[in-house]
T-cell receptor
Framework: DAKTTQPPSMDCAEGRAANLPCNHS???????VYWYRQIHSQGPQYIIH???NNETNEMASLIITEDRKSSTLILPHATLRDTAVYYC???????????FGTGTSLTVIP | GAVVSQHPSWVICKSGTSVKIECRSL??????MFWYRQFPKQSLMLMAT?????????EQGVEKDKFLINHASLTLSTLTVTSAHPEDSSFYIC???????????FGNGTRLTVT
């Protein structure tokens, strides 16, 4: 599975949009981009995933560049409860384990 | 939605004893489950893949005789940390892929402290 690169940490003001970037320049055509987050001492929580089209759900939006070498997770109105480590993962669609990178520690500031 | 349950959520044991951690898929069947370990301020590291009806597959560097995995049924996998030592103290997390189009779901983890 392709490796990902994320900034180690980011801050975001409460109520503003949080934009978390991820580079996955070696992604192959059949690999999806997944985003998870982990709040301290809990298991990772699924946020969103996509292949090549932009995706939106009740939690976030996922913007994938046309060449698929990078993506951005957008939390439209960050709250204090969004403070967590966010992981960007690429893998084939089903059956394969996830390999986690170092993630981005997002701190939402009041 | 798909739910993965892990038990216990935390455990403290003495050095040299063994500890068993259970991972259950509550509303779906899982032929494979994955076990991760996470040290403080670090990312999740995949330890092994648990396979129902066959032997587990371990990642490089993980001692299979120390971390015993048994996939007893389509809804239960167990990880036993044998002869635990303080350096085994960590956060252990399991996950399972539901069938269909659902993404991988994770348990809430087990905090193991070996004294």
């Amino acid at each position: 599975d392709a490796k990902t690169t994320q900034p180690p940490s980011m801050d975001c003001a409460e109520g503003r949009a949080a934009n978390l970037p991820c580079n996955h320049s070696t992604i192959s055509g059949n690999e999806y981009v997944y985003w998870y987050r982990q709040i301290h001492s809990q298991g990772p929580q699924y946020i969103i995933h996509g292949l090549k089209n932009n995706e939106t759900n009740e939690m976030a939006s996922l913007i994938i560049t046309e060449d698929r070498k990078s993506s951005t997770l957008i939390l439209p109105h960050a709250t204090l409860r969004d403070t967590a480590v966010y992981y960007c993962i690429v893998r084939r669609y089903t059956g394969n384990q996830f390999y986690f990178g170092t993630g981005t520690s997002l701190t939402v500031i009041p | 939605g798909a739910v993965v349950s892990q038990h216990p959520s935390w455990v403290i044991c003495k050095s040299g004893t063994s500890v068993k951690i259970e991972c259950r898929s509550l509303d779906f069947q899982a032929t494979t489950m994955f076990w991760y370990r996470q040290f403080p301020k670090q990312s999740l590291m995949l330890m092994a893949t648990s396979n129902e009806g066959s032997k587990a597959t371990y990642e490089q560097g993980v001692e299979k005789d120390k971390f015993l995995i048994n996939h007893a049924s389509l809804t239960l996998s167990t990880l036993t940390v044998t002869s635990a030592h303080p350096e085994d103290s960590s956060f252990y997390i399991c996950s399972a892929p539901p069938t269909g189009n659902s993404p991988l779901h994770f348990g809430n983890g087990t905090r193991l402290t070996v004294t």
